[in-house]
């Protein structure tokens, strides 16, 4: 019998819950850790559209990237995620920033998929591990994010720096807090998910690339890579990959 349990204990092997940030909420979030399963549901977010899919797949545990909580709760009423997991019976994994900076996890997919070579971790000045840095074929900045675009399928923002690109640096979802990082080791291009109007002047002033593909874009291709993992530990179970892109998100 597989319990949600060993499910936590199969994803803490290759995504310790330790290592995730300070000010993030990894680890078992809802129900009953003892739980039997046979349906494993993967998701980016734990929304009320994916929780109505992994009910319709019969999902006894959830497990998602971003976590279902993170800010203290002050209710749970019904419509909120929370409350229909709750009823619905389903268990809750999330795995966030441990599974960031894993090995296989977020950014090495991300590093995976924009063909980079040479590919390590590089250390920021906090001593996290999160970012990925590696090589790339020599192209110009506006070139190199229409590759970008295009293997992430999505439309990116960039701010083009002051020389072509061969070294680059990725980190899925939010991480312009790492652009010193990034400019310390001499990359010359930093792919993330989101960035604003400063991160841009920021990175440009010090000649860097900044190129913004997406939250969604950068983390998501992770999530049937980790459906997968799962798929292979727990041949016994169903593994159910829900893509939880909202509908609103749509390109014009």
Known sequence: MITVKNVYDFINSFAPFETQEKWDNSGMLIGDISKEVKVIAVCLD???DTISKAKSSNADVIISHHPIIFNPLKKVLKGDPVYELLRSNICAICAHTNFDLAKGGVNDVLAQLLELDNVSVLKSSDDS???RIGTTKKSTPQDFAKFVAKKLGTTVRLAKGQSDVC??????????????DVIATGADAF??????????LDATSDGLTLIAA????????AMPVLAQMLESEFSTASVVY???????????
């Open 46 to 48: 734990i929304t009320c």
């Open 129 to 131: 591990e999160i970012l």
């Open 167 to 180: 070294k680059v640096a990725v980190c899925g979802g939010s991480g312009c807090s790492f652009i010193p």
């Open 191 to 200: 792919v993330t998910g989101d960035a604003k109007h400063n991160d841009f």
């Open 214 to 221: 997406g939250h969604y874009e950068t983390e998501n291709p």
């Open 242 to 252: 829900i893509d939880s892109v909202p509908t609103e998100f749509v390109t014009c």
